[in-house]
């Protein structure tokens, strides 16, 4: 039986790069979001990670899996870009102990948002189930950010 205080959170972001990024620099730029949304979850309540994980893709179909497990925000990649990309495409599902659904949406968002805004112009979509738009976050289902 999943407890309470389990929820469970997904999110596309696609990401326009300024500039053509080479392959170590984009899984540098995935692993970096990874480990910030880890460690502030960890940092807002989260005391047990069921998995943070992404996919990343880029324009030329290479892709990269990242993972989660452990509250320390070690990411462990399989995968390989092959190629320099002015594109990027990551999904990220976030599953966690400790944190209200709402506080985990905010912070993996956010997250997501101020990390990869770096490096280009940003547009975030939820996914997953349906969900009440009649909170205050409804702008947020599908945000165009530069």
């Not at 960890?42 to 452990?70: C, F, P, Q, R």
């Not at 400790?98 to 979509?125: A, H, N, P, W």
Request: charged share 25%.
């Amino acid at each position: 039986m999943i407890s309470e205080d389990f929820s469970a959170y997904a999110i596309k972001a696609d990401v326009s790069l300024r500039t053509r990024m080479d392959p170590a620099s984009l899984t540098s730029a995935v692993e970096k979001m990874m480990t910030a949304i880890a460690l502030r979850c960890v940092a807002n309540g989260t005391y047990l990670i069921g998995h943070i994980k992404s996919i990343s893709e880029i324009s030329d179909g290479s892709w990269i899996a990242s993972s989660i497990t452990d509250l320390d925000g070690k990411v462990r990649s399989t995968g390989a870009f092959s190629s320099s990309s002015d594109k990027l495409g990551v999904v990220i599902n976030a599953l966690q102990y400790g944190l209200k659904l709402d506080r985990l949406e905010m912070i993996v968002r956010e997250v997501v948002v101020e990390q990869l805004s770096f490096i280009g112009k940003v547009l975030v979509e939820e996914i997953g189930e349906e969900h009440d738009h009649k909170g205050s976050h409804d702008h947020f289902c599908k945000i165009d950010l530069e």
